[in-house]
């Protein structure tokens, strides 16, 4: 089902990098996620089966983010490494797709090489940090430094999920505070913390490739219309959905298929 699918690591100048790898198509496409808890090591089983839809057109790469990381480490940075190691699995050129942090990472690396990059799609993210973003991402770095997970994850499920969500899995959302925990409290905090020194806005006229935004805008983390102002930017096309928030990519069900419709309609 999964196409090959496969856990491995590259080595580049700044450290080791973990990836998943699926997919039988001949183009390449790099999916970059938001901050997380947890790393992207033993999740290739459910990430090729929540973006399989790219499966057949793509070789579909996720890049972690570095292993070793220092305090002060930047997104700027954190694109630097995937460039690299795209260098090193000779990935020539690719279309990129990068949510919440993960988008800011994906702006940074398209305006850095945009001769490596063919299309660009951003979920959920934002070109430069507002007030909502300083207060939520602010907090984590916070309980992060004083090892409150539990704090995190409450926050963080009541700010990006919709009531509707919520009251589905409120039989499990207990259990998921107390047991989802980073593994490394500090390495958490300097990750989260990148967010809070990106800017690129006055860059984004740079970027000439396609590009899709998608938001949500009831989005309490990013915010809609951080969406919309890199939109603006840009003229790009657009797709904001009026019922969810920040877990727009995990709550619509047609969120893939429309960037797979944006990415396929640019090729031909």
Known sequence: MFYGLAESDVTISSGKLNY?????????LIIIQGLNVRDIKGAGASLALMYRIFAKEYKVYFFDRRTNVKEGLTNWELAE?????????????ADVFGVSQGGMIAMALTLEHPK???????????????????????????????????????????LMYTENYLRKYRIWMPLMIRMVRP??????????????????YDR????????????????????????????????????????YGHA????????????????????E
């Open 20 to 28: 998943v790898v699926f997919g039988k198509g001949k183009k390449n």
């Open 81 to 93: 490494d995937i460039y690299c190691a795209m260098e090193v699995l000779n990935i020539k050129s």
């Open 116 to 158: 490596n990059i063919n299309k660009l799609v951003l979920g959920v993210t934002a070109s430069r940090v507002n007030e909502t973003m300083k207060k939520v991402v602010g907090k984590w770095v916070s309980c992060a430094r004083n090892k409150d997970h539990i704090t995190i994850n409450k926050e963080t499920f009541s």
């Open 183 to 200: 593994k490394d409290f500090n390495r958490f905090a300097i990750l989260a913390s990148a967010i809070l020194k990106f800017d690129c």
């Open 204 to 243: 984004l006229h740079e970027i000439s490739c396609p590009v899709l935004v998608l938001g949500g805008e009831k989005d309490r983390i990013t915010t809609g219309s951080a969406s919309v102002e890199i939109a603006d930017k840009l003229g790009c096309e657009i797709y904001m959905y009026s019922e």
């Open 248 to 267: 727009a990519y995990d709550e619509a069900k047609d969120f893939n298929s429309i960037i797979y419709k944006f990415l396929l309609e640019q090729t």
